[in-house]
């Protein structure tokens, strides 16, 4: 049978989801915290250190699929400043933990929200937005904000003391810090758990993608992320720029996909993958690849001391298999596909025309 609990918390890992859980756990209440992943947030490396650091148990919830299909469908309530689906992606979470209560046996949920504390998904009518949406009206407990707003049912049923509950309001990270210091905590991190879409680069590599792809998956968007972005039209480049991109990158080979690189000196690794108008052709993945070798230093020096072409490895995935060659190419940041990177800026724009649609 699970082990049962009295909660299930939201927690991202930041500081205001952990102190909302002490509180509750203060009060003697058995509280399970959820970690929600998506492709765009979500740390399930750290579930070791919050049970050893704050005695927090928790278990991940991976949304990726239901969370692509909502920003691909677009969020009912818009984005943020950049492509961060707030009001959405909080509904999404708590209809999800309110799904799960049965399972853990529990009573209620608890958010770290802090009233008044962030643009969007903060602000008291957004709460309210998000409340409704979710149908969590009986179950959701803000113990940081509680007392700045209305008693819910199991403060009123006697199930949570509301009167050690805690009437934080406002942007000030003071009171968060002395409640940390108050639980003793060594570790203090950042207020929010860090999400990629609330960034304008990320952002910017997403609108490309969801421009290029209908029904782009968790896995695309992972490989957006993924180093140096290059685009040219419908065609989509993704190259190192570590050594750790490197790797992620020989994980992320799907089926149609090139894979390419230097063969006779260091460079990054690169995928060249199909989008819905972007099936690359022989002149394609011959230019990916010149674009490609340019970021070798060596295979770059070596071509224009000698003005010899360079090979580059190329594996391309298909159905029947994996299928290697060698292309010779020669070096060249400027190649006839004008390969760039996608700009903040495309976003605005992109939003702009979205809402323009949206009014017409
Ligand atoms: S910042 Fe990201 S994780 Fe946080 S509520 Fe907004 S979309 Fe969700």
Redo the contacts with the bound molecule.
């Keep these: 049978m699970t082990k049962q609990y009295d909660a299930l918390a939201l927690l991202?890992g930041g500081l205001d989801s952990l102190l909302a859980i002490k509180v509750v756990q203060d009060q003697g209440l058995k509280v399970l915290g959820l970690h929600f992943t998506t492709p765009?947030?979500g740390k399930p490396w750290l579930h070791d250190e919050w049970l050893q650091e704050y005695g927090i148990e928790s278990v991940n919830v991976d949304i990726s699929k239901d969370y692509v299909r909502m920003m691909v469908d677009g969020p009912d309530h818009g984005f943020?400043k950049w492509l961060?689906?707030?009001v959405d992606?909080?509904v999404m979470?708590l209809s999800k933990a309110k799904s799960l209560l049965p399972e853990y046996g529990a009573k209620f949920i608890i958010s770290g929200e802090v009233i008044g504390q962030r643009p969007?998904?903060q602000r008291r009518d957004a709460l309210s937005i998000i409340v409704k949406s979710a149908d969590v009206k009986d179950v959701l407990l803000r113990p940081l904000s509680a007392k700045n707003l209305k008693a819910t049912a199991v403060e009123e049923n006697g199930l949570v003391d509301r009167e050690r509950l805690l009437d934080f309001k406002g942007r000030s990270r003071k009171p968060q810090l002395a409640l940390a210091e108050h639980y003793g905590f060594t570790k203090i991190p950042s207020p929010?758990?860090g999400?990629v879409?609330?960034e304008s680069e990320s952002s910017a590599r997403f609108i490309r993608l969801m421009q290029a792809k209908k029904q782009p998956t968790p896995a695309d968007f992972r490989l957006s992320q993924t180093g140096r972005q290059c685009w040219a039209g419908p065609l989509w480049l993704a190259m190192g720029r570590k050594q750790a991109d490197n790797k992620k990158l020989e994980k992320a080979l799907r089926k149609g996909d090139y894979l390419m690189k230097t063969a006779e000196f260091p460079g990054p690794l690169a995928i060249l993958r199909p989008t819905d108008n972007g099936t690359p052709g022989p002149e394609d993945v011959a230019d990916a690849a010149a674009y490609t070798a340019s970021y070798s230093t060596k295979a770059r020096k070596h071509f224009e001391a000698t003005g010899e072409p360079v090979a580059v490895t190329v594996l391309h995935r298909t159905e029947a298999g994996d299928e290697q060659g060698e292309l010779n190419v020669l070096p060249s940041r400027v190649t006839p596909l004008g390969w760039q990177e996608p700009e903040p800026q495309e976003v605005k724009d992109w939003k702009a025309e979205q809402n323009g649609q949206a009014t017409a």
Excluded: E, Q, T, V
């Design positions: 991202s765009f947030f943020g961060n689906p707030c992606c909080k979470m969007m998904s929010a758990g999400c879409l609330a």
